[in-house]
Structure formats: structure tokens, C-alpha cells
């Protein structure tokens, strides 16, 4: 059974930092490109971040301006995003996903306010 | 980047209707084209991959077709279960981009 399990979300105050994880199983991870999907508070899908099967090669929204870093260990099975320079609009649950969405995970939720 | 624009925003229809939603692309995205369903509170679940590929396990009441730039996703004989928000998303080319979405809503 394909798993993709997200953590590290929480609560955090504007210009602070997370960094989300999320462990696959049930696939061969290092054979796909995987990305981070985000949903604020009753809006639509807003893709975040993507990375190809490798890790060589990475993509952002525009929107992020450098503050988020996607990574992965494929030894692990793992995706991670760090996310810096937290602000109140950054505020959503966020989900792995492969790239083309066959696979998600229940999304980790993120809340930045003072 | 590339804008998906998916018609219409909202439906309402009655159990046992066919419904069908567009999706259309701002450039040629070729066939790489999904269809998603979400339920209040829950995780967005694929229906369709590559247009008209359904995913295992979903029902073939589900259909998705269109290449290029004008998509569908057609319901067939809608039950209770159907009624939910309903996304397509381009992964042709980065930054990957969704339609704004639509809800399906009972009559």
C-alpha cells in the first residue's frame, strides 16, 4: 500500500522557520519526481515546490522568493521542505504529493500568527 | 506559466445526472493533464492522469478526455458519494498549475 506520511507542521510566529517531512513507502520513491502542494483556509490547490527523482533539479512558485528549499533522501525515502521567513500567508495544509498527483499524503498543517 | 481555467466554479445537480467539467490551458500542455476530487476536510484524491487515464481503483463512471489545450472530466449517474470540489492541474511544465475548482453541489 502506497504511503506518503507528512510531519512537522505546528504553529509558528512570522519570520519563523519549519521544515516539513514526509515518508514514503509502498513505491519506489527514487523513481519519482515529487512535489509540495499547499490548501490556505477554504481556497484552492496551490502548488509550492518541486524535485526530480534524482534531487538534481529543483522548482518554486514565484510567489516564495527563495524562502522555501525542497530536498530528499532517497536512501530514506523522504521528502522534506524547509520553510524560512514564515509569513501569516503561508498559513495552509500542506501536502507531498508525486509529481502528476498519484500519490498524496494527509497534509500537515502549517498556521504562522503572532 | 501556463493558466488553467476550469468551468464552471459551481454546479448543482441531481442524483443520477451526467455532469461535465472543462478545463482549458493557456498553451498546448499535450495530454499531461489530471483531475482530482476533494471532500470537505480531506486530502485531494486523483481520478484521472494523463486526460483519460483512470487511476486503479476509481470507478469508471469517471472519464477524462481532451489533449492540447480543452479538457473534460465527465461524471456518469451521480450519487451522493460524487458531490465534491473538483480540481484539474497541468504538470506539463514548471511551475505546475490547478484549475480554480469546482463544486458539485445537489439540486
Known amino acids: 500500500e502506497v504511503q506518503l506520511l507528512e510531519s512537522g507542521g505546528g504553529f509558528v510566529q512570522p519570520g519563523g522557520s519549519l521544515r516539513l517531512s514526509c515518508a514514503a513507502s509502498g513505491f519506489t520513491f527514487s523513481s519519482y519526481a515529487m512535489t509540495w502542494v499547499r490548501q490556505a483556509p477554504g481556497k484552492g490547490l496551490e502548488w509550492v515546490s518541486g524535485?526530480?527523482?534524482?534531487?538534481?533539479?529543483?522548482f518554486y512558485a514565484d510567489s516564495l522568493k527563495g524562502r522555501f528549499t525542497i530536498s530528499r533522501d532517497n536512501s530514506k525515502n523522504t521528502l522534506f521542505l524547509q520553510m524560512n521567513s514564515l509569513r501569516a500567508e503561508d498559513t495552509a495544509i500542506y501536502y507531498c504529493?508525486?509529481?502528476?498527483?498519484?500519490?498524496w499524503g494527509q497534509g500537515t498543517l502549517v498556521t504562522v500568527s503572532s | 506559466d501556463i493558466q488553467m481555467t476550469q468551468s464552471p466554479s459551481s454546479l448543482s445537480a441531481s442524483v443520477g445526472d451526467r455532469v461535465t467539467i472543462t478545463c482549458r490551458a493557456s498553451?498546448?500542455?499535450?495530454?499531461?493533464l489530471a483531475w482530482f476530487q476533494q471532500k470537505p476536510g480531506k486530502a485531494p484524491k486523483s481520478l484521472i492522469y494523463a486526460a483519460s487515464n483512470l487511476q486503479s481503483g476509481v470507478p469508471s463512471k469517471f472519464s477524462g478526455s481532451g489533449s492540447g489545450t480543452d479538457f473534460t472530466l465527465t461524471i456518469s449517474s451521480l450519487q451522493p458519494e460524487d458531490f465534491a470540489t473538483y480540481y484539474c492541474q497541468q504538470y506539463d511544465s514548471y511551475p505546475i498549475t490547478f484549475g480554480q475548482g469546482t463544486r458539485l453541489e445537489i439540486k
Open positions: 524535485i526530480s527523482s534524482s534531487g538534481v533539479s529543483t
Open positions: 498553451q498546448g500542455i499535450s495530454n499531461y
Open positions: 504529493t508525486s509529481k502528476g498527483g498519484g500519490y
